[in-house]
């Protein structure tokens, strides 16, 4: 069976470069992906793993991360679909850098590239519709709505700072090609803004599943697939309990690790 699987590593990669006193590298999917992170900045979480999962698209494709952090979703996935071009963007230059130096610790550096820019000034960071597949994982929390992490990473990483949930979707779709998808998690209590957005852009909601802590509880987030142009239909999948109400992860969470951890998907349409 394949958890998470986070480990916290040594205090130097495996290429002898040392890190930073305040970094770690951990341990991701069993040991197949080695990520550095900041001890108390800016950490991913299950949401990539989840956005990761739920993305769908063919072997060979192009792929673009907006506000990739520690490009942990680009870097899942071009492993699981073996992606012809993979780019991700993010604002931090702190995390611009640490980005970087994980994927010379996977050796990705010539597979997955990282910009450094600002998703509201894609114009003059990427080529318009030049991506099958566009993911983001925004900040989803308004400035005005509780306090903001004195920690600048991840004050960035959760509050509307350098774009809301809107900014992000023009984003997509300046870069998404019109037979492409784009894929987002985003938290369910704010679903109707994400539709409303991806409607007004033309970004019709084609698949959501919604996701749930436990049983017993409401959702807390949502996955949706959208697609530039298409129909109205809308396929809404099972929803997906992360814990079993007693405790430990639900065969369907444990499902998805093991998918992760597995050999490259097959192709889908």
């Not at 970094?23 to 040991?31: F, N, P, R, T």
Request: proline share 6%.
């Amino acid at each position: 069976m394949c958890n998470m699987g986070m480990l916290d590593l040594d205090s130097t990669t495996s290429g002898g470069s040392p890190l930073r006193e305040e970094e770690s590298v951990d341990a991701l999917l069993a040991g197949r992906l080695r990520i550095i992170q900041p001890r108390r900045g800016y950490r991913f979480s299950l949401d990539a793993l989840l956005l990761a999962h739920f993305v769908q698209m063919k072997q060979d494709a192009a792929l673009l991360d907006l506000g990739t952090g520690s490009a942990v979703i680009p870097m899942i996935l071009y492993r699981r679909w073996r992606c012809a071009r993979v780019v991700g963007v993010e604002i931090q230059r702190e995390l611009v850098g640490m980005a970087r130096r994980s994927l010379e610790l996977n050796g990705l550096s010539g597979e997955i590239s990282i910009v450094e820019g600002d998703v509201r000034a894609m114009s003059e960071l990427l080529p318009a519709r030049s991506f099958d597949v566009v993911t983001f994982n925004p900040p989803y929390r308004r400035l005005r709505s509780g306090r903001i992490n004195p920690a600048a990473q991840k004050a960035l990483a959760r509050h509307e700072i350098h774009g809301a949930v809107a900014d992000f979707l023009q984003a997509a779709a300046y870069a998404v090609r019109p037979a492409g998808r784009v894929f987002a998690i985003y938290p369910s209590r704010r679903l109707a803004e994400l539709i409303f957005q991806m409607r007004r852009l033309r970004l019709e909601p084609k698949r959501l599943r919604l996701v749930h802590s436990r049983p017993d509880m409401e959702a807390e987030f949502a996955l949706v697939e959208g697609r530039p142009g298409a129909g109205e239909e809308l396929k809404i999948l099972p929803p997906l309990f992360i814990y079993e109400t007693a405790g430990g992860y639900t065969a369907a969470m444990q499902e998805i690790f093991n998918d992760l951890c597995a050999s490259p998907a097959s192709a889908d349409g």
